[in-house]
């Protein structure tokens, strides 16, 4: 038995810790420059790695999980069934946001003075998002459909963002594969195997240094977040705690509620058990807020330590980290409502309806990246007629929520991919660290 400090899931919220002691120190001592300049980049070459790696393990183990399978009709229901259930957790989130911030109002608890002084400082960063947002909503509605599938593999592998292109491919390739004669297919399918097995040994490798990129992001996090000015950055959060209040309770009743009711109803996996398995994925889900960058992370635990058979796990994570967003489409529900109450406009149950709606459309066109959620929160807005530039009101404490929601998101992908599995019968034993 492993010391606990010696456990990674510790180690790794040690470095979370002393990277947010280290950002406050730098912030308070104005050493903010030495902490961009020589420790961010060590939190950026960790996120990088990761993603450096997301594509090839995507493909690998698409394929090896598909030609495992065996089944194309397999394939096709599993797919049904993965989409389902994603779309019913996430219209619950909704659900739960907008009973929390209807409950809560905390955009009434907000002063006029402080609503103007966070639109006069916020103001001018609105614009570049609306623009975002507004390409997506000029968009045609089949558009999703044109872009799953690519014209060009080169180009398709080589941008993180195209990830369903990529599971598109890996698809098509695996399918192609059980549909030749074995002895012809064995050598493609040799290869894809062999890399799997690299990356997840590769993967390990970057996990040995999660603690100091995880320290390094935190203390950049907070360096952004608050300047040399610390005390500026508190009054901003003490304006705004009720309603970051709001975001997170949102998210822990979700959580509670939610996914342990997905477990009792698809498998007999106990809550705790089930964090105990994948946390450092929701660590560092936390400390990247980039479901795409912790992929890699998320699969090996949901194989290696839930018991889900790669079969399952090489398709639900990666359409997830991509489609299914839990957290963001919780907390585009109660930043919608929040920004309506404090600019003193009453929403209608219809425009509630409509918030269902189009958060679930929003969170789904968000990417698994740093900050897509408030991108994506323009359509929402625009769909109920409330003013755009509201998101001015919180656009100060979004990256610290955005961390938050970004660990349900990632908790959110493995739980499906848990209860997939399970009425798959391929899920196996629970396996913890020691
Ligand atoms: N950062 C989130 C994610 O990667 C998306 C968001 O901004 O809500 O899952």
Known sequence: ????????????????????????????????????????????????????????LIVASLVVG?????????????GGKTILIYMITTTFAITIGLVVVNVMQPGLALPEETRFSLMESYGGDVEGRGEAAQEVLERSPLQFMVDIVPENLIEATSDNANMLQVVFIAI???????NIPVQEGRALINVFEALNEVIIKIVDFIMKTAPYGVFALMAAVIVDLAGDDLTQALTLLRALGWYCLA?????????????????????????RDFFRAIQPAVLLGFSTSSSAATLPVTM?????????????????????????????SLYQAVAAVFIAQALGLDLTIAEQLTIVLTATLASIGAAGVPGAGIIMLVIVL????????????????????????????????????V???????????LHFDD
């Open 300 to 328: 090996e635990r949901v194989e290696k330590n839930l018991g889900v058979n790669e079969e399952v796990s090489s398709f639900v994570l990666p359409v997830g980290a991509t489609i299914n967003m839990d957290g963001t």
């Open 247 to 271: 975001v997170v309770i949102g998210l822990v009743l979700h959580v509670l509620i939610v996914y342990s009711s997905l477990f009792k109803i698809f498998s007999k996996m106990k809550l």
């Open 66 to 78: 598909v030609t495992s399978l065996n089944d194309t009709a397999k394939l096709s229901r599993m």
């Open 1 to 56: 038995m492993k010391k606990w400090y010696k456990r990674l899931h510790w180690q790794i919220i040690i470095g979370l810790v002393l990277g947010l002691v280290w950002g406050l120190i730098s912030s308070a001592a104005g050493w903010t420059d030495f902490t961009t300049s020589y420790i961010r980049p060590f939190g950026t070459i960790f996120v990088d790695l990761l993603k450096l790696i997301a594509i090839p």
């Open 382 to 417: 625009q769909a109920i007629q409330v003013p755009v530039e509201g998101i001015a009101l919180i656009l100060g404490v979004d990256r610290i929520l955005d961390m938050i929601r970004t660990a349900v998101n990632i908790t959110g992908d493995a739980a499906v991919s």
């Open 419 to 429: 209860a997939v599995a399970y009425t798959e019968d391929l899920l196996g034993d």
């Open 172 to 178: 098509l390739l695996g399918i192609g594969l059980i």
